[in-house]
């Protein structure tokens, strides 16, 4: 099994709809973050999470909410989805205690705004 | 403003050819660079680059940090098809007591028999 999951890994959805991407991960670390990548653009930052209480934006959040149910869980959420919001969406993790930076993705969820 | 830039955006090779894949920055505060590999869907770990560690190999692949140059190279040697990947570079900035990553948009290699 992934050491980080996501689901759905796809989705097709309409203008408008709310649409919720849910990761867990079986790593232990503290640190999660979701990220979408677009062509040409790498990957970019969306949300970020140190701890269940401590929520940060990235540096494209608007459009986005998240929720860090527990240590294992953090969830990205689009309250009312727009087509530019198609992309590859990624959840990833990162060790506190190493703090190298290095992060462990999941498989990543294709969203299709319609 | 902080950036990453990666050269060339794609790469066409055929077996057994050595490539050279190039990373340049600015950033304020360097902590290191990492450098991924994306097949099909997830990035994985390849290396990570520090001011006290700025070379790295394993098997073909080898990468090197000029931090004079603010730059980074991954080189592939006797490349072989299941080489074709995405290749991208991060690089991991000190920012307000967090490791900020900063991704380059990637470099496409495909590598044909």
């Not at chain 1, 459009?63 to 087509?83: C, D, N, T, W």
């Not at chain 2, 394993?58 to 490349?79: C, M, V, W, Y």
Request: with cysteine.
């Amino acid at each position: 099994d992934a050491d980080v999951t996501q689901t759905p890994r796809n989705r097709i959805t309409k203008t408008g709809k709310r649409i919720m991407l849910e990761c867990s991960q079986t790593k232990g670390h503290d640190r999660m973050y979701w990220y979408r990548q677009d062509p040409g653009l790498g990957l970019r930052l969306i949300y970020y999470s140190f701890d269940v209480k401590d929520i940060n934006k990235g540096e494209i959040s608007d459009g986005y909410s998240v929720s860090r149910q527990a240590q294992a869980k953090f969830s990205l959420s689009l309250e009312s989805a727009i087509p530019n919001q198609t992309a590859l969406y990624f959840c990833a993790t990162s060790d506190t205690d190493r703090n190298t930076g290095e992060l462990f993705f999941g498989e990543g969820s294709r969203l299709t705004v319609l | 403003e902080d950036k990453v830039v990666q050269s060339p955006l794609s790469l066409v090779v055929h077996e057994g050819d050595t490539v050279t894949l190039n990373c340049s920055y600015e950033v304020t505060n360097f902590r290191s660079l990492l450098w991924y590999k994306q097949e099909k869907k997830a990035p994985t770990f390849l290396f990570m680059l520090t001011s006290s560690g700025i070379e790295k190999k394993s098997g073909r692949l080898s990468s090197i940090l000029d931090k004079k140059e603010l730059s980074s190279i991954l080189n592939i040697t006797a490349t072989q098809t299941g080489d074709s990947a995405i290749y991208l570079c991060a690089l991991v900035e000190i920012s307000g007591g967090y490791n900020k990553l900063i991704f380059g948009a990637g470099t496409r290699l495909a590598v044909h028999p």
